[in-house]
């Protein structure tokens, strides 16, 4: 079987939910004091309100907007983060689950992909930043709890004064092709009948990116796979993954699932996966995910059926 990839196969994912973002994150404030003490007593700057991955938004459903505050609004004791700037507005995490009058909470699964680019940056930005906050409220070498330092970015520890950074964990996400056009989605065994997505796994320590493509595909679904193209990357904060997104030409179609992680995998041709999405016999992850946009991009266009996991 021969490896091989059209000139239009080679194009880059663009305009992922989760990528965009307008905000200049001015990482050099960071350690500047009194330049974060006096954006957070101006009251134009705004402050996003996050817990537990949701955020209160405003407006329709088909086109939310976040529902910011004033620091003002933010009650004393709550941590902050600075986030960065646009223009001359300055903008904040709180580690709250405050929601204004009038508003409501969402989750970033739900909303991330209706969001506008600013908006859907900070909450990117926030969830993943909050979420590191809460999984490392201690110091990994004495176990002093630590505190925030460097607008947010940093927890230091009182006791050996060593400093601890936000973590980013490397994953691949990736879309097998056979060379009669198929694409392989398999289900978790976790998962409930009809939802089927794309495979994926973490890089493994001293692993590059390709070769944990190759290895994760070989191990979930038995499938060996030759060229392997990146098309791009989207963070994705539950809690702290970097999701990078490939295309795998196979060289095998001989399917045998590992039952640990993937109960199964099945071959799609466009039709079979348009039919399927149709009739409900398979759910496709959401618009928000890059699994989503590397099926679509296969497909040619849109697909009916999503599934919002909680």
Same mark, same amino acid.
């Given at each position: 079987? &021969?490896?091989?990839?059209?000139?239009?196969?080679?194009?880059?994912? %663009? @305009?992922?939910?989760?990528? !965009?973002?307008?905000?200049? *994150?001015? %990482?050099?404030?960071?350690?500047?004091? @009194? %330049?974060?003490? !006096? =954006?957070?007593?101006d009251p134009t700057s705004r402050v996003l309100a996050v817990s537990d991955a949701s955020a209160a938004v405003r407006g329709p459903a088909e086109a939310p907007v976040l529902a910011l505050v004033s620091p003002a609004d933010i009650a004393d004791g709550v941590e902050t983060a600075f986030l960065g700037v646009e223009g001359e507005t300055a903008f904040f995490l709180a580690r709250s689950d405050l929601v204004p009058e009038g508003a409501r909470r969402a989750s970033l699964r739900e909303v991330g992909a209706r969001l506008g680019d600013r908006d859907a940056g900070l909450l990117v930005a926030s969830v993943a930043l909050d979420h590191w906050h809460a999984a490392h409220p201690r110091c990994s070498r004495c176990g002093e709890a630590t505190r925030m330092s460097h607008a947010g970015w940093v927890r230091t520890c009182p006791a050996d004064g060593s400093e601890h950074y936000p973590r980013t964990d490397p994953a691949v996400i990736m879309l097998v092709v056979d060379e009669d056009g198929r694409a392989l989605l398999g289900r978790r065994a976790e998962w409930p009948g009809p939802w089927f997505s794309t495979l994926a796994g973490f890089v493994e320590p001293g692993e590059s990116a390709e070769?944990?493509? *190759?290895?994760?595909? =070989?191990?979930?679904?038995?499938?060996?796979?030759?060229?392997?193209?990146?098309? @791009?990357?989207?963070?994705?904060? #539950?809690?702290?993954?970097?999701?990078?997104?490939?295309?795998?030409?196979?060289? &095998? &179609? *001989?399917?045998?699932?590992? /039952? /640990?992680?993937? %109960? /199964?995998?099945?071959? #799609?041709?466009r039709d079979g996966l348009r039919d399927a999405c149709a009739s409900g016999e398979v759910a496709l992850p959401p618009a928000v995910s890059i699994a989503r946009r590397l099926i679509e991009r296969w497909y040619g266009e849109p697909l009916a059926g999503e599934w919002i996991r909680p």
């Open positions: 079987m &021969t490896a091989t990839w059209a000139p239009e196969d080679r194009d880059l994912l %663009a @305009g992922l939910s989760l990528s !965009r973002g307008t905000l200049d *994150r001015r %990482a050099d404030l960071r350690g500047d004091g @009194g %330049a974060i003490a !006096r =954006a957070w007593d070769a944990a493509v *190759r290895r994760e595909i =070989a191990e979930e679904a038995g499938v060996v796979v030759g060229d392997v193209l990146y098309l @791009g990357s989207q963070p994705w904060p #539950f809690p702290c993954s970097l999701m990078l997104g490939y295309h795998a030409q196979a060289l &095998t &179609t *001989r399917i045998q699932v590992d /039952e /640990e992680e993937i %109960a /199964e995998a099945r071959w #799609f041709s």
